[in-house]
């Protein structure tokens, strides 16, 4: 069993910045790629942004790009999303996530985190 524990979220205006951060235990084959989904209300989970092991390949959504940035520490244990000029769409639960390949859909996912809430005001 893999655990995600999740940190940061909470309530920011638009424009503002958060950072979230998800650490995992144990590490195993199933933390190769790490990342971030949302479910806002009333509509489906999606990507947000994710990474795999060495860092060298990175997704993300459309919506965040430019915005966003995830990053892993060099221990691979912990991954970050820095989320810049937010806006209220970015509004959601967010839920750390990791799998045995690259995250590109909720579908690969092997373990979920609790999620935490990012809440933008306008």
């Known amino acids: 069993q893999v655990q995600l524990v999740e940190s940061g979220g909470g309530l920011v205006q638009a424009g503002g910045s958060l950072s979230l951060s998800c650490t995992a235990s144990?590490?195993?084959?199933?933390?190769?790629?790490m990342g971030w989904f949302r479910r806002a209300t009333g509509k489906e989970r999606e990507i947000v942004a994710t990474?795999?092991?060495?860092?060298?390949?990175?997704v993300y959504a459309d919506s965040v790009k430019g915005r966003f940035t995830i990053s892993r520490d060099t221990a691979k244990k912990t991954i970050y999303l820095q989320m810049n000029s937010l806006k209220p769409e970015d509004t959601a639960l967010y839920y750390c996530?990791?799998?045995?390949?690259?995250?590109?859909?909720?579908?690969?996912?092997?373990?979920w985190g609790q999620g935490t809430q990012v809440t933008v005001s306008s």
């Open positions: 996530a990791a799998g045995a390949r690259m995250l590109k859909s909720p579908e690969g996912v092997g373990y």
């Open positions: 990474i795999d092991w060495n860092g060298d390949n990175t």
């Open positions: 144990p590490l195993t084959a199933h933390t190769y790629s």
